[in-house]
């Protein structure tokens, strides 16, 4: 059995990523800005098999409530055995550009507020010598493109951040998994051209699921984008920068 809490948990992919729990019998703590929509997930989840489904209504930027948070999920579920943390922004390079105060926003959203929760978690498991991290990154931070690099540099500190947490808290028997999907089909990219390299929530979901369950450091989901960004990574710099990606 497994208390899971979930944040951004009405994001499409974290969605399918708890249904597959809820079918084990997971317990989950679900954390997100609307209630309406967790009701909604929530009884979803219960019909699928979660032994317990609680809601907690928050916006992630909103730091000073992470520990009270927290705090909450331990009252609500006796102990927390993983954290998985899925919520995120796909900010308007051009508008980013143009504006220090959108890509600040736009950096607080899809790396701070992540780094304010895990500072918090990983005291509490480093002291327990338990539990288990999971955080959607992105392809995008493993290179800096013109065309989303407010984005690409966001997740690119979360990489970083988590690199440094997995290397501290191995000895305390803590796991901490970064997972970086490319293209996947959800309300985040509705208005995208989709094509061959487009994956499902479900694939993905699978794919978190089982990285979870082997320990895993580091997913690419689907696996193709490993090969794919090991040449984007490899391209000298002289000729990437006059690419227009
Ligand atoms: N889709 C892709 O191609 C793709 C590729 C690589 C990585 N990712 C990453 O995958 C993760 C999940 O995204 P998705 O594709 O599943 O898209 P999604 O369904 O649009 O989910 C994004 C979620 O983030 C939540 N969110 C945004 N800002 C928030 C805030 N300040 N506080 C709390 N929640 C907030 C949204 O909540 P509301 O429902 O309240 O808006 C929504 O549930 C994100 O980290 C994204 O960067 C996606």
Known sequence: MKNWIVLGATSAIAEDVMRLWAERGYRLFLVARNQEKMDIIKDDLKVRGAKQVETYVMDANETLKHITLLDEADKRMGHVDGVFIAHGTLPDQKVCEKSYEATYEEIHTNALSI??????????????????????????????RQSNYVYGSAKALL???LQGLRNRLTKSGVHVLTIKPGFVDTPMTVDFDKGALWASTEQVAEGIVNAIDKQRNEVYLPGF??????????VPEFIFKKLSM
């Open 115 to 144: 780094i304010s929760l895990l500072t918090e978690v990983a005291n509490r498991f480093e002291e327990r010598k338990h539990g288990d991290i999971a955080v959607i990154s992105s392809v995008a931070g493993d290179r800096g």
């Open 225 to 234: 984008w490993w090969a794919i960004m090991f040449i984007i990574k490899h």
């Open 159 to 161: 990489n970083s951040f």
